[in-house]
C-alpha cells in the first residue's frame, strides 16, 4: 500500500455536521470540515499536521472532494504554490 495513501473517517458530533479526520496508515493527520462560518463558496476548510520538516497546512474550497484533493497535494508536497 502507497506510504501516503489518504482515507476519511466521520468525526461524531452531537449536530449532523460534515466533520472528518483525514488519516494516513491510521494515523490521524488532519482535518477536513464543512465551515458555518466560511466564505460563501468556499465552505470547506482543510488543514493538515506538520510532516517531514514541513509545517502544517490548511485552506479552504467549495467542495468536500476539491477539499480533499487540495489536502492530498499538499501532504504530497505538491504544493509548492499553496498555502500553510
Given at each position: 500500500?502507497d506510504k501516503d ?54 485552506g479552504d474550497e ?10 492530498a497535494k499538499s ?10
Amino acid at each position: 500500500m502507497d506510504k501516503d495513501y489518504l482515507t476519511l473517517k466521520r468525526v461524531p458530533t452531537e449536530a449532523n455536521v460534515e466533520d472528518y479526520d483525514v488519516l494516513c496508515g491510521g494515523e490521524v493527520v488532519g482535518r477536513i470540515f464543512l465551515s458555518q462560518a466560511a466564505t460563501e463558496g468556499r465552505k470547506w476548510m482543510w488543514a493538515s499536521h506538520g510532516r517531514e520538516g514541513r509545517a502544517p497546512a490548511y485552506g479552504d474550497e467549495a467542495t468536500g472532494e476539491a477539499a480533499m484533493a487540495a489536502f492530498a497535494k499538499s501532504w504530497r508536497g505538491d504544493d509548492r504554490n499553496g498555502r500553510g
